[in-house]
C-alpha cells in the first residue's frame, strides 16, 4: 500500500480503532505482561550474550527465518556443554562450584549414556500471540527492528520475562507511530545497572555470581568467535550485518525510498488477522 493510499484510509481506520478500543485486548486486560515462569534449566542470558559475546541468532537461528522463531535445540547447547561440563573452575562467572543446572543439561543430552536417550528441554513458552493474530516475526527482525525492542534487555535477564504486553494496542501504536531505530538500539546496547541487585532478586539457582565487567574467558573464546560469525554468513545481505554482542541488525533498511528514521507498517485489520 502506498503512503497516499493509507492516509485517505485514516479515519475509517480511526473509528474501527476506537471501536477496538474498547475490548480487552487492546487494553491488555488480560495480557501476561511480566510473566518470568521459572525454567527446567535456569539458562543465564547474560553469561552468554555479555560476558561470550554469543549473538542471539547463534540459539534463536530462526528468528530472522520464522514466523515462529521455536527455542533451541539440546544439540545447540552440546557444542559448547559437552566440554565445558558441571565441574566449573572459579571465572569472572562465579566461583569454583559444581553447576547443578549444567548436570541437568548433561542429563537431557545424555552425555553419560552416548546420546541414545537424549530428550528436548521443555522450556515454558513466554510469548505467545493468540492464532487468530498473524504475526510475521522474521519480518520485523529483517526491517532492522532489534529483538529488545518488543522482549527488552533480554542480554540482562537472569529469568527471562514478557517484557511488552502483546496486546493489539501495542502493535497497532508501533505500526502507527513508526519505530524510532534509536530507542531499538538503545535498549539493544544497554548495560545491566542494576546487575548486582538483579542476580540476588531473581535468585539464580546454578549459584551464578556476577562479578561486574567481565572479559571473555579464554575456554570460550573459539566457540563465541563462531557463534558471531555464523548467523552473519546466514543474513540476507539486504537487512545488513547483525551487531556481534547484540545479534540486532544495526544497518538501516535500504530502497524503502523512506528519507524519515522511522519505520511504519500498515494497520488495517486484514494485516494481523486473516
Ligand atoms: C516486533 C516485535 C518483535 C521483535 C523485533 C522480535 N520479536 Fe521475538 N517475539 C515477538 C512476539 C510477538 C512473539 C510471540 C510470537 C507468536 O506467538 O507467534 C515472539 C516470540 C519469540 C520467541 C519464542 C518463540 C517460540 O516458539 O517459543 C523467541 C525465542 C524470540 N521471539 C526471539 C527473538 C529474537 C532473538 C529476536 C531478534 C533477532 C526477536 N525475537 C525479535 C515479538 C518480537
Ligand atoms: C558458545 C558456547 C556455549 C553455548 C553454545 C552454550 N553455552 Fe552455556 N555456557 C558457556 C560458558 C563458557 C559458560 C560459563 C561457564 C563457567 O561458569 O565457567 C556457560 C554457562 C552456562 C550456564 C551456567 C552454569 C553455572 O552454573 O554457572 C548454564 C545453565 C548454561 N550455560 C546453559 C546453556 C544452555 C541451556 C545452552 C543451550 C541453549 C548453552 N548453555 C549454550 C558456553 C556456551
Ligand atoms: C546460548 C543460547 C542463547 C543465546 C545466545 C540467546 N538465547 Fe534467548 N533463549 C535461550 C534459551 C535456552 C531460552 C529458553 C529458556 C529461557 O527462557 O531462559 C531462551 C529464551 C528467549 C526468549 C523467550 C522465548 C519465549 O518463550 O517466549 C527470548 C525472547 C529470547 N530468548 C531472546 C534472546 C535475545 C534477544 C538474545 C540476544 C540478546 C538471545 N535470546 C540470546 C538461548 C539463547
Ligand atoms: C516495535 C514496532 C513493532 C511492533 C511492536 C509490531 N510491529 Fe509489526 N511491523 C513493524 C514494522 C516496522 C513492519 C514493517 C516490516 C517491513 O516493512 O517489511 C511490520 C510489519 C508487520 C506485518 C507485515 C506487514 C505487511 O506489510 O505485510 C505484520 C502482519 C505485522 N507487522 C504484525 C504485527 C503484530 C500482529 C504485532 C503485535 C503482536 C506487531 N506487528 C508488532 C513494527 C512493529
Ligand atoms: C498490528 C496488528 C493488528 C491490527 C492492525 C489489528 N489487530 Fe486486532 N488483534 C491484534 C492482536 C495481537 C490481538 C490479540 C490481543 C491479545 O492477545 O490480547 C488482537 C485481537 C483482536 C480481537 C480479539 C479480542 C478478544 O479479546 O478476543 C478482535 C475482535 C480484533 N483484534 C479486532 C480487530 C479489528 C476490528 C481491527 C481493525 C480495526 C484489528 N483488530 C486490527 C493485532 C492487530
Known sequence: M???????????????????LALSAYSGASSSQGRGP????????????????????????????SPDPGLPAVSTCMGCHTIIGPQRPASDVGPARTSAELQKLQRYADLAGGGRNARPIPWERI?????????????????????????????????????????MGWCVRCHINGYDPREGTRLATAADPTAARAVSQQGISGGLQDTGAGRQSATAAQPATAARQ???????????APSP?????????????????RRYARYDCANCHY
Open 245 to 261: 554482542t547484540t545479534g540486532t541488525i544495526a544497518a538501516p533498511p535500504q530502497g524503502t525510498g523512506q528519507t524519515s528514521t
Open 38 to 65: 521459572e525454567q527446567p534449566i535456569a539458562f543465564p542470558h547474560p553469561v552468554h550474550v555479555q560476558k561470550l559475546g554469543m549473538n542471539c541468532l547463534y540459539c534463536h537461528n530462526a528468528a530472522n527465518k
Open 230 to 240: 555464523a548467523p552473519a554468513a546466514q543474513t540476507p545481505p539486504a537487512s545488513g
Open 2 to 20: 502506498t503512503t497516499r493510499r493509507t492516509w485517505t484510509a485514516v479515519p475509517g481506520l480511526a473509528a474501527l480503532v476506537a471501536g477496538a
Open 127 to 167: 510469548h505467545k500471540v493468540p492464532d487468530y493474530v498473524n504475526f510475521p516475526h522474521m519480518r520485523h527482525v529483517n526491517a532492522g527492528v532489534t529483538c529488545q525492542a518488543c522482549h527488552g534487555d533480554i542480554q540482562n535477564m537472569n529469568r527471562v520475562y514478557q517484557y511488552a504486553s502483546l496486546n
